[in-house]
């Protein structure tokens, strides 16, 4: 199935989806309508996700951000195959304030209201994915530990970060799951670019997690989808 092509034409729900504008290369990115921001991953990036939660058998998941709930989509339909669950925590900031750069420069204010709440709930509740997508609205680092043990005690065996594009934001992020990961597992980490994958990343990922990041998903079917693999 196109589930882009299939959400895009979802009427019933509470948000119209559209695609955004290529002006930045975003094409196939899904967007909410009357919303600038943000932009949703793309197709082969969503199949790319579920299909490498149901081929490792993951079980223990957790994301940050989903936007308006398409990764999490993506991801809660592998779980659903695996028995498994997901934590999808996001403060909805980049669409409370209309830029993709917040997390740099604004504080930890949470947006529980917003739409993209509102399309993620609507979208687990279409696919029928309620017994294994926990959303919450949290500020990562600091509620991402609190957020995840609501629902999920056991170590975490997949981790999906696609918050701050930002290189302090990303360690982070890193930081705060390291030690709730079980001893085998799989980070993935979306817009692997050199701006955000800096030397000071590099070396972090390389001392902490044993190996770098491995492109998955380049462009222009992805914003360069990278996983860091420990199995």
């Known amino acids: 199935m196109d589930y882009h092509q299939y959400i895009l034409n979802l009427k019933s729900g509470p948000i119209q989806y559209e695609l955004a504008p290529d002006d930045y290369g975003h094409r196939g990115n899904l ?17 790319f996700l579920k299909n490498l939660v149901i081929d490792y058998d993951l ?3 957790y994301e940050v ?4 709930g398409i990764s999490t989509t993506a991801l809660g339909l592998g779980f659903k195959e695996t028995g498994g669950k997901l934590v999808s925590m996001d403060a909805y900031v980049e669409e409370g ?3 993709f750069w917040t ?28 017994d294994n997508v926990f959303l919450e609205v949290g500020w990562s ?6 957020c995840i043990h609501k629902h999920i005690s056991e170590p975490l065996d997949f981790v999906f970060i696609d918050g701050g594009h930002f290189p302090e934001q990303l360690i982070k992020d890193l930081e ?11 980070i993935v980490l979306h817009d692997n670019f050199p701006d955000m994958i800096t030397s ?31 199995k």
Do not use: C
């Open 65 to 68: 951000a989903t936007a308006f």
């Open 141 to 146: 680092p600091n509620d991402t530990e609190k």
């Open 97 to 99: 304030v209309n830029s």
């Open 31 to 47: 967007k909410m309508v009357n919303h600038d921001f943000p932009y949703s991953i793309r197709p082969t990036e969503f199949d």
């Open 176 to 186: 705060s799951i390291r030690p709730l990961l079980a001893p085998e597992y799989i």
């Open 103 to 130: 997390y740099h420069t604004h504080s930890p204010v949470l947006y529980p209201n917003s739409d993209g709440y509102k399309s993620a709930k609507y979208l687990i509740e279409h696919f029928g994915l309620q």
């Open 200 to 230: 000071k990343v590099s070396q972090y990922i390389q001392q902490t997690f044993g190996a770098l990041p491995t492109t998955v998903v380049y462009e222009p079917l992805g914003n360069n989808m990278s996983i860091i693999i420990k």
């Open 59 to 61: 079980k223990n998941g």
